[in-house]
């Protein structure tokens, strides 16, 4: 089995999935369904997968020894670029704040990528996060993060600073 963690639509009749095999594969989403492509290039299971606003790349997460995060074009199925030292822990580990930036939740924290530049622009660290779970992003463009050690934070990404906080009970 290729252990698929995550699927997503990237147009009306494509879906783009990652697994454990290192690998995001481009499906054909209508009869009959097949494999379009196989992008290759991460070291480690894919963690998470999401498609840019923009309708034509993808950027995939991986974490343990790859530790980064790849943007590719669903056009010509190539790598547009790597951000390395960015690690990503889970299937909802990747989020895109604008046309430009990302967020990558791991061990370490929050990464903010800048996906034009491919650089990490900045690390938000929590108290008590451990790895990051969950990252969602609200409509007044705040971050709700959640972690394995049961903590649920509501980030302001405009002023830096936590706006609500949740303790397991």
Not at 73 to 97: A, M, P, Q, R, W
Not at 113 to 125: A, F, H, L, S
Not at 147 to 157: A, I, N, S, W
């Amino acid at each position: 089995t290729l252990g698929v963690i995550k699927a997503i639509p990237i147009s009306d009749n494509r879906i783009a999935s990652c697994s454990f095999d290192k690998t995001i594969r481009i499906w054909q989403s209508q009869m009959p369904y097949s494999c379009l492509n196989i992008l290759i290039g991460h070291t480690e299971r894919i963690n998470s997968i999401i498609s840019l606003k923009n309708n034509f790349q993808i950027v995939s997460g991986s974490s343990k020894s790859d530790n980064s995060i790849r943007v590719w074009n669903i056009n010509d199925y190539k790598c547009d670029g790597i951000v390395h030292d960015v690690s990503c822990c889970y299937k909802n580990g990747l989020i895109e704040i604008d046309e430009e930036k990302v967020l990558s939740g791991s061990q370490r924290g929050i990464s903010v990528v800048d996906i034009e530049k491919m650089e990490i622009v900045k690390i938000i660290t929590l108290e008590n996060l451990g790895c990051t779970m969950c990252l969602l992003l609200n409509k007044d463009n705040s971050i709700m993060i959640s972690g394995d050690k049961g903590v649920t934070f509501q980030y302001d990404l405009e002023h830096e600073e936590i706006i609500a906080k949740k303790e397991k009970m």
